[in-house]
């Protein structure tokens, strides 16, 4: 079963950015669809974004113009470059791929 594990969270101001990554225990050229998620406190998980294989994304509508994924098939990598971080960004991230979750990392904007 494929693992997954993020990294990169952190805490930062409101305006502040933060690089995301998830490293894959896989070749990830195989995996057509990959995609990060959040959950803050008190509130269901929803999606933040997918990218696919060919290098496709779809955003959530919150992080449009914010957010930006990319996958480095070379090294079973994904990553999500985020920017003009705000408080109500503030979640714990995970990605997901192949019906598989990784334990997540926090990421904490302070206003």
């Known amino acids: 079963q494929v693992q997954l594990v993020e990294s990169g969270g952190g805490l930062v101001q409101a305006g502040g950015s933060l690089r995301l990554s998830c490293a894959v225990s896989e070749d990830i050229s195989n995996i057509a669809v990959m995609g990060w998620y959040r959950q803050a406190p008190g509130k269901q998980r929803e999606t933040v974004g997918i990218i696919l294989n060919g290098g496709h994304t779809n955003y959530a509508d919150s992080v449009k113009g914010r957010f930006t994924f990319s996958r480095d098939n070379a090294r079973n990598m994904m990553y999500l470059h985020m920017i003009n971080l705000k408080p109500e960004d503030t979640a714990v991230y995970s990605c997901?791929?192949?019906?598989?979750w990784g334990p997540g990392t926090q990421v904490t904007v302070s206003s």
């Open positions: 997901h791929a192949k019906n598989t």
